[in-house]
């Protein structure tokens, strides 16, 4: 799909207890087909590792990838991403709205240090 991938890896970290390895990468990739320009993408990949006990080397045994939505559209039609950031923004908007509300209504999710103790006085 791509004659080049770049990826640069900006966090890693192993936890020897499990054989896990998490990175933080920005991936740069470009369908040969798109007009587009290719846009970074950031992505984690969770690495399940095997440990060869006799030759010591770790070797992959799955391999998970988590995108963001915006970030996928990067990758496949950069400018779709602004599209999908204005739905998240706005839901998060509508969210939002929504638990004020449910608070004003009957005095659900209202955040805050005390939450616990105020739920409880009402009770």
């Not at 400018?79 to 204005?86: E, G, K, V």
């Amino acid at each position: 799909m791509s004659p080049v991938i770049q990826i640069h890896v900006d966090k890693v970290v192993f936890d020897e207890t499990g054989n896990v390895l998490h990175l933080d990468m920005v991936q740069t990739f470009h369908i040969f087909i798109s007009l587009f320009r290719p846009a970074p993408a950031r992505l984690l990949t969770r690495l399940q590792l095997y440990h060869d006990t006799d030759s010591g080397l770790y070797f992959i045994k799955d391999q998970t990838d988590f995108y963001q939505p915006e970030e996928i559209a990067n990758l496949v039609i950069p400018p779709l991403a602004i599209l999908i950031n204005l739905f998240k923004y706005i839901a998060g908007l509508f969210s939002g709205f929504l638990a004020w509300i449910f608070h004003t209504l009957f005095g659900w999710w209202k955040p805050g240090p005390n939450s616990k103790e105020m739920k409880q006085k009402k009770m």
